[in-house]
Structures are given as C-alpha cells and as structure tokens.
C-alpha cells in the first residue's frame, strides 16, 4: 500500500557498521516518498519517516558515540543476528527496508527475504547501494547487490558502469538509480578562516603500513612547524578500541604518541560535516570526505606521496584537478577542482543537491502504489548460476541454499543474558586486540 498523507512511511535500515548506519539512516530520511527535502537535520515525524535501526551483529557494530556522530534519530534500534532481523521482517510490516551492508550480506538478505516473504502478496521495496566511492570489486559487488528493487548510484559515472555490468552479464539493469551521497550538504565556503585550518581526513585502512601512516603524520606535522599560524586537525574515524568498516591495524593514535608534534596540531573526532564548518583545506589520501569538501567548494587535495595507485584508491580521482603533494602544499599550493569531473562524481555543488533523490521517491512511491504489490526478489546468483559461490555467502549469515535459517542459528526469541553480554565484549576485545596487536607482529616477523 502507498503511504498516505497522514501515516509516515516505515522504514527499516539494517546496518553492519558506523558508515553504513550513517549511509543507511541518511539514505532512509532521503528517499522517503514525498517532497524534496533536506531532511536530515530535522525530526523524522516532521517528513513522514518512521525509522526503525537494526545493527547487525560483528566485530564492526557501531558503538554509541559513533551512532550519536550521525546526527539521525531513529525511532527504534537493536543490536540483531542475520536470522533475527530476517525474524523481523517475517513479523512487522514496512514501507521499504534499506540493505547497508558490504556486498555478501546484501546477497544474503536478498536470498533470506525472498524466503520470509514467500507466498505474500505485498512486501517492502528493497534498497541497497554504496557508502562512497566505488573504486574496487565492482563487478564482485554489484552483482552481490542484484536483485534488490533498488541499487543506488551515487553518481552519473557510477549509474553508467553500473548498468554497464549488469547487461554485460544478461542481468536487468533497471533497479539502478541514480542519486547523490546522502551526507553532502552544510554551508559553502566562503574564504580563509582565522585561523587558517588544515584538516588531514584519515582512513582506517588506506594505507595500511605502519611505514606509509608514520610518513604522513611525519609530514603533516612538518606542515604545522612550517605554517605555525595555522591550526592542523587530524581528523580520526575511531576511538581506540572501536572499530569501523575497515579493519585499522595501525591507529594514528597510537602512532602519533611517539612523535612530537607542535602546539598548533590537534587530534579531532566528530562528525565530518562539522569539522569542515571550519575546515580551509582538506587533505586525504582517497576518502569520501575529499566530496563531502568538494560538494561545499572547499580547497581539496587527494596526495600522490604514496603514487596514485588502485590499492590506495586515488587513482579514482585522476582527472579530477585535485592530485598534489605534500611538498606542493607546503609551498602554498592550492588545487583547482575540474568542474566536468566533479560533475559526473555527484558531486551536485551547483545547488541542484535538493533534487538529487527526487528519481529514487518517485520510483519507489510507484512501487508502493503497484496494484497486486510486488513480484518475489530475483538476486542474480542463485544456487543453479552459483553453485559454488552462493552457499558460502549464505552460510556465513547461517542461512542454507534456499535462504532458510540453518540447524543451530541463534535463536531470536528472547535478548542475551548478561553473561551472554561479557561474553561478547570479551570476544570483541580479543578480536581487537588480535587485529591491532597480534597480527602486525606476526607479519612483522614474516618478513625477517
């Protein structure tokens, strides 16, 4: 049924981490059916959005701090098992349930939905997509992605090579959807504050050696001896012991302690959008941050002192004006962004950002309103087109061939015990500090 005027539309985001909680949640308040809108900064009864959280249950479970970053407000969340949010979906009813999930768990879901819902007659419209910039796996990817009734693109270029893979296998391209990054917005920028702030944005995984993140801090330090007029931010993801998307094995935190950095440099946490409030140049190595600046016209530099390479990411950004060195911007460097690429990167600048999911409302208000509701979800891969690719994706989210919960998947019925609780927070702690101890001693170690 299409949600009326009166009754909010109900939307479910099922999340595996703190940038697809961010991504998801932001997504929902913007493709809920109805009048364009920035939503995001105001409450969800005030747009029509009935927002239930669901965070799925790993080593990457958003905490409460970086939840709160967001800036979101859901009407419910809980902490769930693959088979409990799948539990759920059998038992409420929604308008449309977003998948912010790395590839297999969108594919598994797909396949676990289609079962739950079997033999209805209307069922929630299904969305999905990406956090930022796809710059890797992207057949892998999209294809783990197919059978959602939308996937979104956060760009022209993205829309294109999206529907690209999708014909090229025999797939059906049409639940491509071309949008925006649902975190673009905040003022634009209008000139040198006082003082001048420099903004380094870090990522978890990119680069990932400890030789590389000391390099940068190195001279992102240097940068602030030399400019002792300005104000330097390490901009961090995470807080020690959390964790993100990606696995961080060597933290900036613990890195910097065996520096001495000046007076005018500072470690900063937060959400990004208010860090760039007083942000006058944005330094990273590929993040989607770097967009976030763009999209406001702040002065933004992806470095090449690592080399402009895939497995750094910021060979995405060749053609885009913004490649530069270190060295360059302790000269006083200032990059000029080419306003074609930042065009096709949905990167909508020019004020249309307003209108950037009007496509994504209105298909899914037409399928909402799809006499007889919709037909069964159809993922690409099946267990007769991937037979021996599909039950691994499946069984790791302890669902069989057929996307029935397996023997012995955590029940749903009732919330864990506190012993059940410490057990976990152990776990995730061991876990932890294996990723952030443990391991880099053991390569270390290899390579004597």
Known sequence: MPPSTSKPTRIAVLADSDTRWKWGALTAARIAPGPSMEAVSRENAQVGLELSGFLLRGRATPTARQLAEVGVRADSLKEVTSVEFLRAMAEESYDVVVLALVGGGVQAMLHGLKRVWEGRTERPVVVTGYVGVVYEKLADGLLLRHGADLVLANSRQDAERFRAVYEGVGADAASVTEVALPFLGGAPYEGEHDPCTVVFAVQPSVPD????????????????????GREVLLKLRSRPGEHTTHIEEQPYQKLVQ???????????????????????????????????????RIPTVVLTDLGIRETLGNHHFVGSGCLASWDQLDAGHRPVPDPDWVARQGVVADGSYAYAFDAARERIAKLLAQPGGLP?????????????????ILARHHLGPDGSPLPGAPAADKEPGPVRQIVRRAARGAYRHGVQRVAPVIRRMGEL
Do not use: C, K
């Not at 050696?209 to 002792?228: E, G, K």
């Not at 409030?277 to 993040?287: E, M, N």
């Open 209 to 228: 050696s400890r030789r590389d993140r000391t390099y940068l801090l190195n001279r992102l330090i240097q940068h602030a001896r030399l400019h002792p």
């Open 258 to 296: 065996r520096l001495d950095p000046p007076a005018n440099f500072r470690l900063v946490y937060g959400n990004m959008g208010e860090v760039l409030d007083r942000t006058d140049l944005l330094v990273t190595i590929s993040s989607t941050a770097a967009l976030e600046s763009l999209h406001r």
């Open 376 to 392: 069964p979800l159809t993922p690409y891969y099946t267990p007769a087109t991937a037979p021996g690719y599909l039950p691994g």
